[in-house]
């Protein structure tokens, strides 16, 4: 089994980083396609209270439940505090969507066992 398809086989609930309210950007495109598909997201913006019928958390260590997989929907130069954060949760996997390339980060999340996919 490769990466990808440990990291959506192994998942159930997913924090999406950066998801916006606004439906033609990718993060809400993404998710809104991962909970049809049965996937719990966790919508992760500190400027919404609630998005695709679930509650916003602004940041990582507020959500009050386990964490499978921290989906990155933000800046490159924006992971490093959301990879410290899935690492102090102890998410099982980090997954940063297409241009978005944090090598420190990629490589520290894997020095704390917890895989990454990285633009892709």
Known sequence: MDLVEQQLTES????????SPNPERDSHRVAKYLQTVGYKIIPVNPLIDEVLGEKSYPDLKSIPMPVDMVDIFRRSELVAPVVDEAIEIKAKFVWMQDGVIHQESADKATAAGIPVIMDN
Do not use: D, E, T
């Open 12 to 19: 159930k609930v997913i924090a999406v980083v950066g998801l």
